[in-house]
């Protein structure tokens, strides 16, 4: 029997470059089926459901669907709200009232908890319903996922922005160092790695939040490359943190100002690299030393976008529709790569998902916890996309002088 109703739509969280491939990919293989009414999409994720503020995308076009799929971040807008049982509650209302027999959500491992809650909810009122989460997230945390959609293409902006700082602290020596995103997985930060070609490339050292990190070791880390090179280039994950599982960067936020997940604010406040940039120009007598945040450049850089993760993007939107209408069925999209390289998609139970964070698996990570290993580099360069360079150096020989100089 063919469940008929409403398709709804929605986004959630961080965006990326590529979540609107999956928004697409939903919307165009929604329409395919008869049994489906209608296809709505929420603006502002969670918040536009309890609100009822809906499009209706069955009247989009599928050309411009097609344009704005090839445009980053989310077109339906975002929303940080947590929902909680009673929150989720409200979403269902509004979905029944509207008939909404089919909801898919695109975001994180939160979003996944929603879908989760709100599946209950259904299930609880007797009301025939398919919930299903589509994965999305830069972190690239989610569990049971190779990778995640929205990585790659963050992947290939932070590898290509090391390109361009490492060319310029070559030009003009000292220390650099860059903070990228990444509460607890280290997945993005070590995606600075594919800048290197050279042996004297950066970055030159690379911390994560799955190892402890010491003020007093990265010194020494930092000191013995500068002088080896007489440079350094250093990527940190914004969630590095002490002996104690404490965020370095949440020491010195005074504020401690948190988000709607209880998370204090990490990201956009460059408190952690002037600080670490202060200890080296102290401590090491390095005057020219800088330091960047990168921010939400790495979200939705427009024109730095992996083909390999648009693909990907497009096709968990696809197949969450089909697991949906097709086998009907809940749960939530996983990726599993299968070679060297092609992936697979399986829908996976919503509380292998729900709430649960992936780190840095032991093998990507070096033993002294400053760098990646042969086998992180194998593991992302095909998730970077095609037509992904490196920088080149002169390589002519040096004209001897006729001039000697005392």
């Known amino acids: 029997m063919k469940l008929e109703g409403k398709v709804l739509v929605a986004q959630g969280g961080g965006p990326?470059?590529?979540?609107?491939?999956?928004?697409?990919?939903?919307?165009?293989?929604?329409?395919?089926?008869?049994?489906?009414?209608?296809?709505?999409?929420?603006?502002?994720?969670?918040?536009?459901?309890?609100?009822?503020?809906?499009?209706?995308?069955?009247?989009?076009?599928?050309?411009?669907?097609?344009?704005?799929?090839?445009?980053?971040?989310?077109?339906?807008?975002?929303?940080?709200?947590?929902?909680?049982?009673?929150?989720?509650?409200?979403?269902?209302?509004?979905?029944?009232?509207?008939?909404?027999?089919?909801?898919?959500?695109?975001?994180?491992?939160?979003?996944?908890?929603?879908?989760?809650?709100?599946?209950?909810?259904?299930?609880?009122?007797?009301?025939?319903?398919?919930?299903?989460?589509?994965?999305?997230?830069?972190?690239?945390?989610?569990?049971?996922?190779?990778?995640?959609?929205?990585?790659?293409?963050?992947?290939?902006?932070?590898?290509?922005?090391?390109?361009?700082?490492?060319?310029?602290?070559?030009?003009?020596?000292?220390?650099?160092i860059a903070v990228v995103m990444g509460r607890n997985a280290g997945f993005l930060t070590a995606a600075s790695a594919m800048a290197r070609k050279y042996p004297d490339d950066g970055p030159h050292l690379i911390y994560l939040p799955e190892r402890t990190f010491s003020v007093e070791k990265f010194l020494a880390d930092v000191k013995r490359v500068y002088g080896k090179f007489g440079r350094c280039v250093v990527a940190v994950s914004e969630g590095i943190v002490d002996e104690k599982g404490e965020p370095i960067a949440a020491r010195l936020i005074k504020s401690g100002e948190k988000d709607a997940h209880g998370n204090v604010q990490?990201?956009?406040?460059?408190?952690?690299?002037?600080?670490?940039?202060?200890?080296?120009?102290?401590?090491?007598?390095?005057?020219?030393?800088?330091?960047?945040?990168?921010?939400?450049?790495?979200?939705?850089?427009?024109?730095?976008?992996?083909?390999?993760?648009?693909?990907?993007a497009r096709e968990v939107g696809e197949r969450a529709v089909q697991y949906a209408l097709w086998h009907n069925r809940d749960g939530s999209v996983s990726i599993h790569r299968t070679g060297y390289y092609s992936v697979d998609y399986r829908l996976t139970a919503l509380e292998e998902i729900a709430a649960k964070t992936r780190r840095m698996p032991e093998e990507f990570i070096n033993k002294d916890g400053n760098d990646v290993t042969d086998a992180f580099i194998y593991y992302v360069r095909p998730l970077l996309g095609s037509g992904f360079g490196l920088a080149h150096k002169l390589r002519a020989p040096r004209v001897a002088k006729l001039l000697k100089k005392d």
């Open 266 to 312: 990490l990201s956009g406040t460059g408190v952690l690299g002037d600080l670490l940039a202060e200890e080296v120009k102290k401590k090491l007598s390095i005057k020219r030393v800088r330091a960047d945040t990168l921010g939400y450049l790495q979200r939705s850089f427009f024109g730095c976008v992996s083909d390999v993760d648009q693909l990907e």
């Open 16 to 176: 990326t470059a590529v979540i609107n491939q999956s928004l697409v990919g939903v919307v165009l293989e929604a329409r395919k089926f008869t049994q489906v009414t209608s296809v709505y999409g929420a603006i502002n994720g969670v918040r536009g459901i309890v609100n009822e503020d809906f499009l209706d995308l069955t009247q989009e076009t599928t050309n411009n669907l097609e344009q704005v799929a090839l445009t980053p971040s989310s077109a339906l807008l975002s929303t940080r709200d947590k929902p909680d049982e009673k929150y989720c509650k409200d979403m269902f209302q509004v979905m029944r009232a509207h008939d909404v027999r089919y909801f898919f959500y695109i975001g994180g491992n939160d979003s996944a908890d929603t879908v989760r809650i709100v599946n209950q909810q259904a299930e609880t009122a007797s009301y025939e319903f398919r919930a299903i989460h589509i994965p999305k997230t830069i972190d690239n945390d989610l569990t049971v996922n190779d990778h995640t959609p929205g990585y790659g293409s963050a992947a290939r902006f932070v590898a290509q922005a090391f390109i361009g700082t490492n060319l310029d602290n070559a030009a003009l020596p000292g220390v650099y």
